[in-house]
């Protein structure tokens, strides 16, 4: 295959015309960039960064429209239980997500496209993202807050189980990142 077919092409007419992305931004002004835009939630909304939220709102609306007595009688979905769109997370994670479309296509980055390594199929990649992230999600309602609640918010605001939050997940990364790299030969 060609490095012009590797990279990405663009049909133009009868042509191909090769894409090149853009570089990365910097990490160290990406991570001043996510601090200022914490900063203007917390003036702003006074409430940092999260994501987890939103989905229980998602989850709370619908029981509540499923089950309207099982819904009004638990407490939890009491809590949650809101307009979607008057939930500051609900517009956060609406915005991160249009957000990062709206930044991989002015970079060229945008591709529909499963990656994965040569020794794993797209269906057992596709399964094991999916188990991963209800992994993730479960993960997130036990310790009451997801990765960027947790490491985001909660370290800016110095918590102790924050701080374990991030050094337990590195570790773990680390500890995982042998097994995973095998598959991704």
């Known amino acids: 295959m060609s490095t012009a077919l590797q990279q990405g092409t663009i049909a133009t007419g009868h042509a191909r015309q090769a894409t090149v992305a853009k ?3 910097n990490p160290y002004l990406a991570g001043v960039g996510i601090g200022l835009v914490m900063l203007v939630a917390f003036v702003l909304v006074g409430r940092g960064l999260g ?3 939103a989905f229980s709102t998602a989850v709370a609306n619908t029981v509540r429209a499923a089950a309207p ?4 009688s638990n407490p939890f979905y009491q809590t ?5 769109f008057q939930d500051w997370l609900v517009l956060e994670v609406i915005g991160l997500t249009l957000g990062g479309l709206v930044s991989a296509k002015l970079a060229r980055r945008l591709n529909w496209r499963i990656e994965r390594g040569e020794n794993v199929s797209s269906v ?6 999916f ?3 209800c992994t993730m999600g479960l993960g997130a309602k036990l310790a009451r807050g997801c990765t960027s609640g947790l490491g985001l918010t909660g370290g800016a605001l110095l918590s102790v189980g924050s701080w374990l939050f991030v050094l337990s997940a590195f ?3 680390y500890m995982f990142a042998p097994i995973v790299r095998k598959a991704w030969r």
Not at 69 to 72: C, E
Not at 124 to 129: D, F, N, Q, T, V
């Open 171 to 173: 570790g773990a990364a």
């Open 124 to 129: 057992s990649r596709l399964a094991l993202a």
């Open 51 to 53: 994501a987890s939220g």
């Open 23 to 25: 570089p990365y931004a």
């Open 131 to 133: 188990v991963g992230g």
């Open 69 to 72: 007595g099982h819904g009004a």
């Open 80 to 84: 949650y239980a809101q307009p979607p």
